[in-house]
């Protein structure tokens, strides 16, 4: 079973994210800032990240550093952000697509599942 973690500041957002996930079948785990998605990664690796950027503590960008330095590309990760320059971030993060804030979560549940189809790759398979 496909194992996602949600990392986002938004206690609402994490929690709305995780159920629609757990309703479309995948298992779930959410972090609100880097530190802690670090340490839930330690007990269970996840297939997919989704992404917050600004976060207290540590924020998107110091995670995807810390991830890819000790992970490499493991898990593919799908930037959710409010910044207008969206893309730029994404790519920073190597991030293989971003959904810009407020979110449709019917069409972030569409990506998500064309990533698990595409094998992590974010290309339709």
């Not at 800032?33 to 297939?47: K, L, Q, S, T």
């Not at 992590?120 to 398979?125: A, D, E, N, V, W």
Request: glycine share 8%.
């Amino acid at each position: 079973m496909t194992r996602i973690l949600v990392i986002d500041d938004d206690p609402d957002i994490r929690h709305l994210i995780a159920l629609a996930l757990q309703d479309e079948g995948y298992d779930t785990d959410a972090a609100s800032d880097g530190r802690a998605a670090m340490e839930v990664i330690g007990r269970h690796h996840p297939d997919i990240i989704l992404l917050d950027m600004r976060m207290p503590g540590m924020d998107g960008w110091e995670f995807a550093k810390a991830y890819r330095e000790r992970y490499g590309d493991r898990a593919p990760i799908i930037v959710l952000t409010a910044a207008q320059d969206a893309a730029r971030r994404a790519a920073d993060v190597d991030a293989i697509l971003y959904i810009e804030k407020p979110f449709d979560l019917d069409h972030l549940m569409e990506q998500v599942s064309a990533v698990v189809r595409s094998g992590g790759t974010g290309q339709p398979s």
